[in-house]
């Protein structure tokens, strides 16, 4: 601890080489500019262009009226909750046992769950599609959820059990020891512990589903279209300011959901670290 750090009673700061500062700062940029970009061309008048020549909030107020975006929003919030609860759901017991696995087969079940994020999206939507065809002979929302499901599951499996990793046995164990069942000892001493690890991983998968286009442009009935492909096709025909504003929205949202989570919770949820 530095003399500065005893006198003000505050921890000491590592100090970092300008390089890496620098590195550090551009990274910033290269992520917040995109953003930015599309924030300003949501507020300009008259086209989509940065930066904006006048100011006006005509678009953003459109994007909330707009009934085919509207619409397009509520499937996807739809479909990611329903996506997001269910693979959260099945993920508890997958990590339960992968915990309970010796570690090569923990390595191989556990490679096995991240199949999804190991093969290119495209790839694996059009070997989905050929599953959902064969086994259902349509699309329709609930081959939608099914793939959304499969496509998430890998993150709150990897939540959870990056949680359980920190997990000590010997509180299950002492539950055990006072006749406490093992679903008791579930419901009272794991989950409660686990709890970061399942926010977490429900927030991934829902994050991710929201966002999904390649298994949606595949899966998705045509009367029933999520935002992303609603975007998709929009800008097939137009490219006016609307478009940003849609966008800008959904970040508004999801920025949204980050500060409730951490709230609630603690944004140390995203490492799957305990609260």
Not at 145 to 174: C, S
Not at 237 to 247: D, N, W
């Amino acid at each position: 601890m530095t003399a500065l750090a005893r006198n003000t009673g505050r921890p000491a700061r590592l100090r970092l080489p300008m390089g890496l500062g620098i590195a550090a700062f551009c990274g910033f940029v290269f992520v917040a500019a995109p953003l930015v970009v599309v924030a300003g061309a949501a507020l300009n008048a008259d086209a989509m262009v940065f930066p904006p020549r006048s100011l006006t909030l005509h678009w953003m107020i459109a994007a909330l009226t707009d009934r085919s975006f509207v619409d397009a929003a509520l499937v996807s919030l739809a479909v990611a909750v329903v996506a997001a609860a269910v693979s959260t759901i099945f993920a508890l017991p997958v990590a339960l046992r992968l915990r309970k696995a010796s570690p090569f087969v923990a390595s191989v079940l556990t490679l096995s769950f991240m199949g999804p994020l190991l093969v290119p999206s495209v790839i694996f939507a059009l070997a989905l599609y050929s599953v959902i065809m064969s086994a259902f002979g349509v699309t329709s929302l609930a081959a939608l959820m099914i793939g959304h499901v499969i496509i998430t599951m890998p993150y709150p499996v990897r939540t959870i059990t990056a949680v359980m990793d920190n997990l000590d046995p010997a509180l299950e164990d002492a539950a055990g020891s006072v006749g406490a069942t093992p679903w008791r000892t579930f419901l009272s001493i794991t989950l409660p512990l686990i709890k970061p690890g399942v926010i977490a991983g429900f927030l991934f998968a829902f994050i991710t589903s929201w966002n999904d286009f390649s298994i949606s442009i595949f899966l998705t009935p045509r009367q029933l279209q999520p935002l992303p492909i609603r975007i998709y096709e929009y800008l097939l025909y137009q490219y006016r300011p609307l478009i940003a504003a849609v966008s800008t929205w959904s970040v508004i949202g999801s920025a949204i959901i980050v500060i409730v989570i951490d709230r609630l919770v603690g944004l140390n949820v995203f490492s799957g670290r305990r609260g």
